[in-house]
Each structure stands twice: as C-alpha cells, then as structure tokens.
C-alpha cells in the first residue's frame, strides 16, 4: 500500500477542522446540557436553538482587548497557552477515524499515523500539555495563577500514572501499543470494555481529572484561587486555554470509544459487502460513541459536586493506582490461565 | 427543644461503608436524577414574549374609578386616608359647582388627590376601606423613575382616562 503525502494532508485538514468544530460547538452544548439537566432553556437568541451562540462567543474572544501583565514573563505568557492548544490538537494524530476508504483501486487509510507507539504517543502529548499550564501559571507572576497551575499539574501528574497503568492491562490483550491495531481487533461487538470494566472505570476516572473537568476541577476555584491557571489571561489567549480543554473532551472520548468501545467497529459489520459503506458507517458509529462520551463528561459535571483537594490525591494515588494495579496482576493471570 | 416541623434530620458523622467508599453507586443515582430533569418540562418563561401571569389578587398601581356616565366616583370622604397603615394618602375635598354634574357623581369631591408611591405599601386597605367604589388596586406595574418628586401621584396620574370602560388589564376588582 502507497501511502501520497495528498492524502494525509487531506485526511489533517478534515481531523484539524473537525476537531475544532466539535470543541466549538461543545461549548454550545455544555450550556445547553446544563441547562436542560437544571430544567431551564439555555442559549437560544443567537440563530435557531443558538447555533450561532459559539461564532458569537468566537468573535467575542477576538475582539476583547488583549492585556499582557506588566511584570508577567512577555515569552512564557504567550507560550502558555500555545502550547496548551497545540498539544490538545496534535494527539487527534494517532486515532483511527475508520478503516480503509477505496478509491478507484487506491486504498486510503482513515488514520493520520498509524505509529507502532499510538498510545504511548497520545500519554508524551498529554504530559507536554501539562507544560502549557504550568507555563501559563509561572509566566502570569501571578500568586493566584501560580497556585491553580500547581495544582492543575500535579493533579494531572498523579492521574496520568493510574491511566498509563489502566492502559496496560489492554495492551497485554493486544499484544500491541499502536491505536489502529487494538481497534481492529475489537472487531464487531468484540469491545474491550467486556474484558476490562475496571480498566474503563479507571481510565475514564483518569480521563475526566486528565481535563481538569468535573469532580476534579480543582484548578478553577473562585473562592481559594480566582480563575485558577489564567487568572491573568484575557481575549484569545483565555480563549485558547478554554478552548484547548474542549478539544481535550473531544480528545478523550475519542480514545475511550476508540480504547474500550471498538473505535469505529459496529454490530453486524460483517453482513455489509462493500467496504467502502462499511468504512462509512464505522466513522459514523465512531462519531457517534464520541459524542456520547462528551454529552457523558458534561452530564457528570452537572450532576456530582468536586472533590476535596487531598481526596483527589487520596482517590488518585491510594485507590487508582493500586486498583490498576491489581488490575494489571489479574489480566495477566487471567491470560496465563487461558493461554490467550 | 420542641420542633416545630419533623423534617429535620439528625447528622451522624459516621465512618462510610465501603459501598459509600466507592462513591459509585451514588454517583450512578445522582446522575439518573440528572437525566430525569434533561426529559421534564422547561421552567422558563421567555420574557420579552412571554409573561409570567400576575396572581388573582395582584395589588399595582392605583386607580380612581369613573362610574359609567364618566362621573368620578371618589366623594374625598377620607376613609381611605385614615385607613392607610403608610399615611401615604391625601386629598383636598372641594364642592361641586353647577355644571359639574358631568364630572363629578355626587356633590363633593376631591380637587386634589395625592399617593406617594414611595410610601405606599400596596396592603389594598384604601381599596377595602372606600365606600363609593371609587379607589381600586389594578395590575399595572409602578413604572421605576429618577426623581423621588415624580412618585407622588396626583389625579393626573390616577383617574381612570375618560372612555375606558372596566378593562380588566387596568382595573380589575377582587372584591365583590
């Protein structure tokens, strides 16, 4: 199989825009969830059911006036949330969107990278955003801001290590790191999540303080820390730092559905002959068990309050993480015992 | 100590079980209760299109009724100055001339009739106090000024405009 750099550039295009139409329009429906999970409307001025509200919202950001603190760190200041939002975007690289798309003989794979590390890449891209707010906190010189990024990266530090361990377990069933090759061996109905619920439920625990959202969005606290991280931050760049949290969302759903609920492999995939149709259809089942990990991530944060900051490390590093651990222990004996 | 309702609950600061540990199961109810309210029927009202219904028995601004040759009805007897809680009332009686029949129903009545909105407490006492029919709290809103002179409402402002019949937006009784 050839692989024309035509192709993968198109294939960034269409990821890179989706990817930010989808966080946009997240936004929208985190109002609109919240407001229906609290029996009220939600925006509706702009456009019908206000679909216009993120554009409006958009150019809101951009036309605010920008300020730079005078004794803030002018380079780190700007590289904050840079990074922040390159790293949020560069982890939709390595995520199979579908099988293979045939064009008049030519086979087009419906993944940017399919590299051997898929998962161990998307954990290093995770861990680089941690910089982007670490960063943002120390150049803001701000005690408020200083404070919310040190809690937001250990935070993040903690959990990340229970998620590596959740993601173990599947990669000893695999046999393989790479994301298209665990995909495809969820075939049909063959998900992981049948295989490792404990997994899931640590990985999904991980994922939610991962985005800092909901019981674990102890970086935003107006009471202790102000705004948290960007305290400081306004216009665009305040932007980019809520907006990079949404493609985070996005993110993540994507590697829960694509990790334990078999990316884009649907039931009865076998009895469609054309494998351009089923191709199709996967990318619309995968879209589809995205966007239920999203409405999933904001129906949590409306639903339970946060925790306290020492039960979050308490929760992370006390239960998560030996619970993965065990977890690890029982699937390879499991697998010793069946000769998988 | 009595309680006066049995819906206080005594707190046990009690160690959790581990069920409760998990945190698992609660969250699971909490979030069915959250999906129960995405399906329920909105609260909302969308103002600017919407009103929210006044009550039966709203109590607004006042009115000083005409009966319905368009005579006004007030006799500035005082009942309902003496009966204000607030004394926000006050009026100068004056006799009717010849000619005035049209004006006014009965032979005295009052030239000048003053509410100081800003004292008015809205209880409706002037309303039940008045003998001849004449004051009545309608649903109209008290409109929000910037000077404090502007709320003493004279005759101008509270006589019912000739030609209006008893439209229930401005005047509605709830008293028979």
Request: hydrophobic share 45%; with cysteine.
């Given at each position: 199989?050839?692989?024309?750099?035509?192709?993968?550039?198109?294939?960034?295009?269409?990821?890179?825009?989706?990817?930010?139409?989808?966080?946009?329009?997240?936004?929208?429906?985190?109002?609109?969830?919240?407001?229906?999970?609290?029996?009220?409307?939600?925006?509706?001025?702009?456009?019908?059911?206000?679909?216009?509200?993120?554009?409006?919202?958009?150019?809101?950001?951009?036309?605010?006036?920008?300020?730079?603190?005078?004794?803030?760190?002018?380079?780190?200041?700007?590289?904050?949330?840079?990074?922040s939002?390159?790293t949020?975007?560069?982890?939709?690289?390595?995520?199979?969107?579908?099988?293979?798309?045939?064009?008049?003989?030519?086979?087009?794979?419906?993944?940017?990278?399919?590299?051997?590390?898929?998962?161990?890449?998307?954990f290093?891209?995770v861990s680089i955003g941690v910089y982007g707010i670490m960063?943002?906190g120390?150049?803001?010189?701000?005690?408020?801001?200083?404070?919310g990024a040190l809690r937001a990266s250990s935070q993040m530090i903690s959990y990340e290590i229970a998620m590596g361990?959740?993601?173990?377990?599947?990669?000893?069933?695999?046999?393989?790191?790479?994301?298209?090759?665990?995909?495809?061996?969820?075939?049909?109905?063959?998900?992981?999540?049948?295989?490792?619920?404990?997994?899931?439920?640590?990985?999904?625990?991980c994922a939610f303080a991962e985005c800092n959202r909901?019981?674990f969005d102890l970086p935003?606290?107006?009471?202790?820390?102000?705004?948290?991280y960007?305290?400081?931050?306004?216009?665009?760049?305040?932007?980019?730092?809520?907006?990079?949290e949404?493609?985070n969302?996005?993110?993540s759903?994507?590697?829960?559905?694509?990790?334990?609920?078999?990316?884009?492999?649907?039931?009865?995939?076998?009895?469609?002959?054309?494998?351009?149709?089923?191709?199709?259809?996967?990318?619309?089942?995968?879209?589809?068990?995205?966007?239920?990990?999203?409405?999933?991530?904001?129906?949590?944060?409306?639903?339970?309050?946060?925790?306290?900051?020492?039960?979050l490390m308490?929760?992370g590093?006390?239960?998560?993480?030996?619970?993965?651990?065990?977890?690890?222990?029982?699937?390879?004996?499991?697998?010793?015992?069946?000769?998988? | 100590?009595?309680?006066?309702?049995?819906?206080?609950?005594?707190?046990?600061?009690?160690?959790?079980?581990?069920?409760?540990?998990?945190?698992?199961?609660?969250?699971?109810?909490?979030?069915?209760?959250?999906?129960?309210?995405?399906?329920?029927?909105?609260?909302?009202?969308?103002?600017?299109?919407?009103?929210?219904?006044?009550?039966?028995?709203?109590?607004?601004?006042?009115?000083?009724?005409?009966?319905?040759?368009?005579?006004?009805?007030?006799?500035?007897?005082?009942?309902?100055?003496?009966?204000?809680?607030?004394?926000?009332?006050?009026?100068?009686?004056?006799?009717?001339?010849?000619?005035?029949?049209?004006?006014?129903?009965?032979?005295?009545?009052?030239?000048?009739?003053?509410?100081?909105?800003?004292?008015?407490?809205?209880?409706?006492?002037?309303?039940?106090?008045?003998?001849?029919?004449?004051?009545?709290?309608?649903?109209?809103?008290?409109?929000?000024?910037?000077?404090?002179?502007?709320?003493?409402?004279?005759?101008?402002?509270?006589?019912?405009?000739?030609?209006?019949?008893?439209?229930?937006?401005?005047?509605?009784?709830?008293?028979?």
């Open positions: 199989m050839e692989i024309l750099l035509f192709d993968k550039i198109f294939l960034i295009v269409i990821v890179f825009s989706v990817s930010l139409v989808i966080a946009l329009y997240s936004t929208l429906a985190e109002r609109k969830v919240s407001a229906f999970l609290q029996d009220r409307i939600g925006p509706n001025r702009a456009g019908v059911f206000g679909l216009l509200q993120p554009v409006a919202d958009g150019v809101k950001f951009f036309f605010k006036e920008d300020i730079i603190p005078t004794h803030a760190d002018k380079a780190l200041y700007i590289l904050g949330p840079s990074i939002m390159i949020a975007l560069m982890t939709s690289a390595v995520i199979p969107w579908g099988t293979y798309m045939t064009f008049s003989g030519r086979q087009v794979s419906m993944q940017i990278a399919d590299i051997n590390i898929g998962i161990l890449y998307v290093a891209v960063i943002g120390w150049g803001s010189n701000n005690k408020f801001s200083l404070l361990l959740s993601i173990i377990s599947i990669v000893m069933m695999t046999g393989s790191m790479s994301l298209g090759e665990i995909v495809s061996q969820q075939h049909g109905m063959n998900w992981n999540i049948f295989y490792q619920p404990i997994g899931f439920l640590i990985f999904c625990t909901t019981p935003e606290c107006e009471a202790e820390l102000v705004g948290g960007h305290t400081e931050y306004s216009s665009m760049k305040l932007g980019l730092y809520l907006f990079s949404y493609i969302i996005f993110i759903s994507a590697i829960m559905s694509a990790m334990f609920f078999g990316g884009y492999n649907f039931p009865f995939m076998d009895m469609i002959a054309s494998p351009n149709m089923v191709s199709i259809i996967g990318v619309f089942a995968f879209f589809a068990k995205i966007i239920f990990f999203i409405f999933f991530f904001m129906w949590v944060r409306w639903t339970i309050p946060r925790f306290r900051y020492d039960q308490k929760l590093w006390k239960y998560l993480i030996p619970l993965a651990l065990a977890n690890i222990v029982i699937t390879g004996v499991v697998m010793l015992i069946f000769n998988k | 100590m009595q309680l006066l309702t049995n819906r206080s609950k005594v707190v046990v600061n009690k160690k959790m079980t581990l069920m409760e540990k998990l945190y698992i199961p609660a969250i699971f109810g909490g979030m069915m209760i959250t999906i129960k309210h995405l399906f329920r029927k909105k609260v909302t009202i969308q103002y600017p299109e919407q009103t929210r219904e006044f009550s039966k028995v709203y109590r607004g601004k006042h009115i000083l009724k005409r009966d319905e040759q368009g005579r006004e009805n007030c006799t500035a007897c005082g009942l309902c100055a003496v009966s204000c809680p607030a004394e926000a009332i006050t009026m100068v009686a004056a006799e009717r001339k010849k000619g005035e029949e049209h004006l006014y129903r009965e032979e005295k009545y009052a030239s000048t009739y003053e509410i100081n909105m800003l004292r008015c407490i809205f209880c409706g006492l002037c309303e039940e106090a008045c003998p001849k029919d004449a004051i009545y709290l309608t649903e109209e809103l008290m409109p929000a000024n910037y000077d404090r002179s502007n709320f003493i409402y004279g005759k101008d402002k509270l006589v019912q405009p000739l030609g209006t019949s008893a439209h229930p937006k401005t005047y509605k009784p709830y008293k028979k």
